[in-house]
């Protein structure tokens, strides 16, 4: 395994050049190639690190393209001494951001440690601590290193089983935090709750971890992984108005407090009941999905499924690029009046680059639209029917009626729209 997945590696990245806010400052073919440049480093943190300070700043397209081409080539081991006096500059550079980069990190991967480094190795200028895979099982008690420039820390895969509270203390400037696989954790401590640069947390199968302090002042949180943990609230989570992405895939339950879901690039999740039918959802107001390639359905409306079932106050919903998705109720049996109302307090739908789907709204769901005021549909060319309704069920006064407020559609095939005989 990688010690980041890719998107992690994508996100130091940015992170590094000064490009992680929303929205980005790159355009996006440099984007693009910095995408690839972060998949090229393979998500080894000291690579990404180096590959980011030496593109900082530049913001010309051919330089990128450049930078790409040789890290392309490097790694196909092409002669190096024709590169260097070719490119003797990018290579210089590159070799000074090594070098300082080296002694502003501690990466000690997969070495068998049962201890974090010594507190005098934590020097105040560090910005990356990797120590991935190890054994590590305790933090010491009142341990706090000093490293007010320390961006990225990442204690994945290890067995630590508690976190002192003044660990993160001084750590003020920690903007990615992996704490993944520590399947003894059980809790986090308070002073998370002050690390307020942070923007990513990553607590992927910690399976025991039931407490999380409070996340309201983190708002520059835009990931929270959160999947194959026992955590069943998040305080404060609606408070996270930067948050993009939200992993709760495999969770048994969903916190209780949560009223945005947000869910982006999940390949495993075939539908939101599959990871979220024991859970009930009451509050849930908006759901924002979107690049998920094996998404088929949304919502199962089985009558034992509890997300379902609690689904009754959502007003909001998002769809975008799923490309498997079929329909949006698997059970959604046409002319039927259906199990749950879970589009009764819908209010703003919104569909974009979904090619598989050919009718949105089918009769049963249809009939529950009546708080509908804007539905948006972009480029989903499979589309034939945005509401299955024929006239024997309604005709078109009801369907203004049922849908009064609606207004301001945009794009086609809004000539699709069929209340035909
Ligand atoms: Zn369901």
């Known amino acids: 395994m990688h010690p980041l997945c890719h998107s992690e590696g994508l996100e130091l990245f940015l992170l590094i050049l000064g490009e992680d806010k929303t929205p980005a400052t790159f355009p996006p073919n440099i984007l693009k190639i910095a995408e690839s440049i972060a998949w090229e480093c393979d998500g080894l943190p000291l690579a990404i690190s180096v590959m980011a300070r030496t593109m900082k700043g530049i913001h010309n397209i051919q330089q990128w393209r450049h930078a790409l081409n040789k890290l392309g080539r490097l790694e196909m081991g092409t002669e190096m001494e ?24 501690i990466v000690r991967c997969d070495q068998r440690l049962r201890e974090i480094p010594h507190l005098q190795g934590w020097t105040a200028d560090l910005d990356l601590v990797s120590l991935n895979k190890n054994l590590i099982r ?64 990553v607590l992927r199968y910690c399976l025991e971890l039931k407490y999380v302090p409070t996340l309201g002042r983190l708002q520059k949180l835009s990931r929270l ?38 869910i982006d690039c999940n390949a495993c999740l075939k539908s939101l009941c599959d990871a979220l039918s024991n859970t009930a959802s009451s509050s849930l107001m908006n759901i924002e999905i979107q690049s998920c390639a094996e998404m088929k359905s949304l919502f199962c409306l089985f009558g034992n499924c509890s997300f379902c079932n609690n689904l009754n106050n959502l007003q909001s919903l998002q769809l975008r690029c799923l490309q498997s998705l079929r ?76 849908l009064p407020p609606l207004h301001s559609p945009t794009s086609p095939p809004w000539s699709c729209l069929t209340c035909q005989n």
């Open 138 to 201: 305790e933090i010491p008690v009142g341990i706090s290193p000093y490293c007010p420039s320390l961006l990225t820390l990442i204690l994945r895969n290890n067995d630590i089983s508690s976190i002192p509270e003044c660990f993160f203390t001084h750590m003020k400037a920690l903007a990615i935090l992996d704490l993944s696989q520590n399947h003894s954790l059980t809790s986090l401590p308070d002073s998370l709750s002050d690390l307020t640069c942070l923007v990513s947390l």
């Open 82 to 105: 024709e590169e260097v006096s070719e490119d003797a500059e990018f290579m210089r550079n590159m070799a000074c951001h090594i070098l300082k980069e080296s002694q502003r990190c």
């Open 225 to 262: 992984v959160i999947s194959g943990t026992s955590v069943e609230v998040v305080p404060d989570l609606e408070m996270l108005t930067n948050l993009r992405w939200l992993d709760l895939s495999h969770n048994e339950e969903l916190p209780k407090d949560l009223t945005n879901l947000s």
């Open 327 to 402: 329909v949006i109720c698997k059970e959604d049996v046409a002319d039927t009046v259906l199990p749950c109302a879970i589009f009764s307090h819908l209010r703003h739908f919104k569909i974009s680059y979904c090619n598989e789907i050919e009718t949105l709204v089918t009769a049963g769901l249809f009939s529950q639209l009546q708080n509908l005021q804007t539905l948006t549909v972009d480029s989903c060319d499979s589309l034939t029917e945005i509401f299955a309704v024929n006239s024997s069920d309604v005709d078109i006064e009801l369907l203004m009626m049922v």
